[in-house]
């Protein structure tokens, strides 16, 4: 029997609590116990991150943070403008390496590079975050 907490990728993660998939880029947004992970929790002990762009919320309770795992629009400026509907909706931030293994890296890189084929702007961004080009994955 599969858990659910084995069904989100980030539940290895240091001070891991728990995450739910937005109805807005289907992507995890995760909620983590700040002082076990070892973040500032100047901001609030309890921390929600948009996967999908990399947006932080900081919050001073768990309840809070619960509750702001289904309402990402309220804290990530980039889902807001999703769910706006906005025309101005800027490309997700790139997670270079969560598989672990060589072969893991290896299928990554191709599945990113065949995401930016033909488009320079994706292309840079491939170039920053994983520090090759993409052509020499292109099958």
């Given at each position: 029997?599969?858990?659910r907490r084995a069904?989100?990728?980030?539940?290895?993660?240091?001070?891991?609590?728990?995450?739910?998939?937005?109805?807005?880029?289907?992507?995890?947004?995760?909620?983590?116990?700040?002082?076990?992970?070892?973040?500032?929790?100047?901001?609030?002990?309890?921390?929600?991150?948009?996967?999908?762009?990399g947006t932080m919320?900081?919050?001073?309770?768990?309840?809070?943070?619960?509750?702001?795992?289904?309402?990402?629009?309220?804290?990530?400026?980039?889902?807001?403008?999703?769910?706006?509907?906005?025309?101005?909706?800027?490309?997700?931030?790139?997670?270079?390496?969560?598989?672990?293994?060589?072969e893991g890296k290896?299928?990554?890189?191709?599945?990113?590079?065949?995401?930016?084929?033909?488009?320079?702007?994706?292309?840079?961004?491939?170039?920053?975050?994983?520090?090759?080009?993409?052509?020499?994955?292109?099958?």
């Open positions: 029997m599969t858990t069904l989100c990728p980030h539940a290895d993660d240091v001070g891991y609590v728990s995450s739910r998939r937005s109805a807005l880029t289907n992507q995890f947004i995760v909620l983590y116990d700040g002082s076990a992970a070892g973040m500032d929790v100047a901001k609030g002990r309890w921390c929600t991150i948009c996967t999908a762009h919320g900081f919050h001073r309770t768990r309840v809070l943070g619960r509750e702001a795992l289904r309402a990402a629009a309220t804290w990530c400026e980039e889902c807001g403008k999703i769910a706006a509907g906005s025309d101005e909706i800027p490309l997700p931030v790139i997670r270079p390496f969560r598989l672990k293994t060589p290896e299928h990554e890189l191709r599945f990113w590079a065949k995401k930016v084929r033909d488009n320079p702007e994706k292309t840079r961004l491939f170039v920053e975050a994983f520090g090759v080009k993409p052509d020499s994955y292109w099958d």
